[in-house]
């Protein structure tokens, strides 16, 4: 019987179940590949911000904290920029992904409320900006989100 050769009989694999089977794994390899990959690029986006705080770059945020109302305004950007470098190198590396990446979206989500207020501003280039910055935190809190779901 023909058909036969076709089913797994006793205990041994046929062809096309081990095709199959093989198909499976590499597609969970490029899987794998494609999830450190993403990783390891959205990480390195915090790494990279939370160390710029600490140069040049944080005199202006702290400026722009301070005049959103922010208490403590240096604290406040060192702290969460230590938060940042943390939590990026945590998805760059594989440890602790889905409480780094969900970490990293309320932050992303409250850094962009406090910083990014297109709302509050006139029609004009700067409100474009803000939009298109904000459009992009957006972007990365979902990515954050699907970061920490496939973690999970």
């Known amino acids: 019987m023909h058909d036969a050769a076709t089913r797994r009989v006793g205990g041994y694999a ?21 999830i450190t990959i993403g990783q390891m690029l959205m990480g390195s986006l915090f790494v990279w911000a939370g160390l710029n705080h600490f140069g040049p770059v944080g ?5 722009m904290l301070a005049a959103r109302g ?9 702290i969460a920029s230590v938060l940042e470098l943390i ?3 945590c998805l760059m590396v594989g440890v602790a992904v ?3 990446a969900i970490g990293l979206a309320i932050f992303t989500v409250i ?24 459009a992009s935190n957006t972007a990365i809190v979902g ?3 699907i970061t920490a779901a496939s973690a999970l």
């Open 143 to 145: 990515g954050l989100l």
């Open 70 to 78: 922010v208490p403590k305004p240096r604290e406040c950007l060192y």
């Open 14 to 34: 046929s062809a096309a179940s081990l095709t199959n089977q093989g198909k499976h794994a590499m597609d969970a390899s490029i899987i794998s590949i494609l």
């Open 59 to 63: 005199a202006n945020v702290t400026a």
């Open 98 to 100: 889905a409480p780094a």
């Open 111 to 134: 850094a962009s409320l406090v910083l990014v207020n297109f709302w509050d501003q006139p029609e004009g280039q700067l409100r474009e900006a803000l939009k298109g910055v904000f």
């Open 87 to 89: 939590g990026g190198a």
